[in-house]
């Protein structure tokens, strides 16, 4: 039986002492039908109108009201707002007309949602579970698949989701969801919003390279990172690289960033794993066959502008005071450096090290 945080509780049977119902909806009852921790605390508040539902939520500290043309109520970590109706009126995730309508469903509600496994709901009072689009069936199988083939092209955002879902819940996706994700247009999506996803994907995904391969597949490096999709099929020399051509190398370093997040502040993280996705970008430009093996010359240089390019995709620049961009670069322009002078014959000074720390964070 699921249990709702004790706050949740509190606030759920006031709305209920005004004549209302609040459903815990979303990425915390996903999250907590897979027994994974979640801070993503939303409310949805049934049968009050916006005004009751906001007095009800100021009883229990201060509101921060959020949206222009649909508010959301924050108090402390919980987000609360009434059922929601769509249309769509114009491109992109702003193209959309919202209006909130506390007397729907919650099947009505729940069908503008993404996925299956985003659409349960969670009465906090009685641990019913409302699932009209059979997510728990979908997490049980381990399937990502969409609410409404009808609706799902809408929000292109979506197709970015899919990928980091598939990560971070080791998910296979449905092939009419693929077909969906690859007939989505792209061409809408403002940067800050693309590395929001791309964030939770390489931070969050125990395995990145799962939704890095899954944009592969749904035709998303193409249109969205061509800088990437130049790694696919660019051959590495099999006595160094094994594994096979530079993207698949890409995933594997990938993973590996991921591995070592622990004890990194929130930018040195994004820095550390931006930069070994970007860090072999040079590669495609640079590869050649001399003297009968296959060489990449001087690509740690000229993966420089790439990467720099592949940020400004991110619209990534400084997070925290911390400049992102410029350890990113740094990343990628000298990190043949450590397996080097490991392999030098010599002992190198402690100058070399003083000159690199200057370019890049070396922890």
């Given at each position: 039986?699921?249990?709702a945080p004790p706050f949740v509780l509190d606030m759920a049977r006031a709305f209920a002492a005004r004549g209302g119902?609040?459903?815990?909806?979303?990425?915390?009852?996903?999250?907590?039908?897979?027994?994974?921790?979640?801070?993503?605390?939303?409310?949805?508040?049934?049968?009050?109108?916006?005004?009751?539902?906001?007095?009800?939520?100021?009883?229990?500290?201060?509101?921060?009201?959020?949206?222009?043309?649909?508010?959301?109520?924050?108090?402390?970590?919980?987000?609360?707002?009434?059922?929601?109706?769509?249309?769509?009126?114009?491109?992109?995730?702003?193209?959309?007309?919202?209006?909130?309508?506390?007397?729907?469903?919650?099947?009505?509600?729940?069908?503008?949602?993404?996925?299956?496994?985003?659409?349960?709901?969670?009465?906090?009072?009685?641990?019913?579970?409302?699932?009209?689009?059979?997510?728990?069936?979908?997490?049980?199988?381990?399937?990502?698949?969409?609410?409404?083939?009808?609706?799902?092209?809408?929000?292109?955002?979506?197709?970015?989701?899919?990928?980091?879902?598939?990560?971070?819940?080791?998910?296979?996706?449905?092939?009419?969801?693929?077909?969906?994700?690859?007939?989505?247009?792209?061409?809408?999506?403002?940067?800050?919003?693309?590395?929001?996803?791309?964030?939770?994907?390489?931070?969050?995904?125990?395995?990145?390279?799962?939704?890095?391969?899954?944009?592969?597949?749904?035709?998303?490096?193409?249109?969205?990172?061509?800088?990437?999709?130049?790694?696919?099929?660019?051959?590495?020399?099999?006595?160094?690289?094994?594994?096979?051509?530079?993207?698949?190398?890409?995933?594997?370093?990938?993973?590996?960033?991921?591995?070592?997040?622990?004890?990194?502040?929130?930018?040195?993280?994004?820095?550390?794993?931006?930069?070994?996705?970007?860090?072999?970008?040079?590669?495609?430009?640079t590869t050649a066959v001399i003297d009968g093996r296959i060489r990449s010359p001087n690509h740690e240089a000229e993966?420089?502008?790439?990467?720099?390019?592949?940020?400004?995709?991110?619209?990534?620049?400084?997070?925290?005071?911390?400049?992102?961009?410029?350890?990113?670069?740094g990343l990628v322009a000298y990190h043949l450096a450590p397996g080097m002078w490991h392999k030098a014959r010599t002992?190198?000074?402690?100058?070399?090290?003083?000159?690199?720390?200057?370019?890049?964070?070396?922890?």
């Amino acid at each position: 039986m699921l249990t709702a945080p004790p706050f949740v509780l509190d606030m759920a049977r006031a709305f209920a002492a005004r004549g209302g119902r609040a459903l815990l909806v979303g990425g915390w009852v996903r999250d907590a039908l897979l027994g994974v921790e979640s801070k993503d605390v939303d409310l949805e508040v049934f049968g009050l109108p916006g005004d009751v539902v906001r007095d009800v939520v100021e009883t229990f500290g201060p509101v921060n009201a959020v949206g222009e043309s649909f508010t959301v109520y924050k108090v402390r970590d919980v987000d609360v707002a009434l059922p929601r109706r769509e249309s769509k009126s114009g491109r992109g995730h702003r193209g959309f007309d919202v209006r909130g309508d506390p007397f729907m469903t919650f099947e009505e509600a729940a069908r503008r949602r993404d996925f299956t496994i985003n659409a349960i709901g969670l009465d906090p009072l009685t641990a019913e579970v409302l699932d009209p689009c059979g997510g728990r069936d979908d997490l049980d199988r381990r399937l990502l698949r969409v609410v409404s083939a009808e609706t799902f092209g809408d929000d292109s955002l979506r197709v970015l989701r899919a990928l980091q879902f598939a990560a971070r819940f080791r998910l296979r996706v449905d092939p009419a969801t693929v077909a969906l994700c690859r007939a989505t247009p792209l061409d809408d999506l403002p940067a800050e919003r693309v590395w929001g996803e791309m964030d939770k994907l390489l931070r969050r995904a125990v395995r990145p390279s799962v939704g890095l391969a899954l944009a592969r597949d749904l035709d998303v490096l193409p249109r969205l990172f061509p800088e990437l999709q130049a790694l696919v099929g660019c051959p590495q020399e099999p006595e160094w690289h094994p594994e096979g051509d530079v993207w698949v190398h890409t995933l594997m370093v990938v993973d590996r960033a991921r591995e070592r997040l622990d004890g990194l502040s929130d930018p040195e993280q994004v820095a550390l794993v931006v930069g070994a996705l970007a860090h072999d970008l040079g590669k495609p430009a640079t590869t050649a066959v001399i003297d009968g093996r296959i060489r990449s010359p001087n690509h740690e240089a000229e993966g420089v502008a790439p990467a720099l390019a592949l940020l400004d995709r991110f619209r990534l620049h400084t997070l925290d005071g911390y400049d992102v961009r410029r350890q990113v670069a740094g990343l990628v322009a000298y990190h043949l450096a450590p397996g080097m002078w490991h392999k030098a014959r010599t002992p190198v000074g402690d100058g070399a090290f003083r000159r690199l720390a200057g370019r890049v964070d070396l922890e």
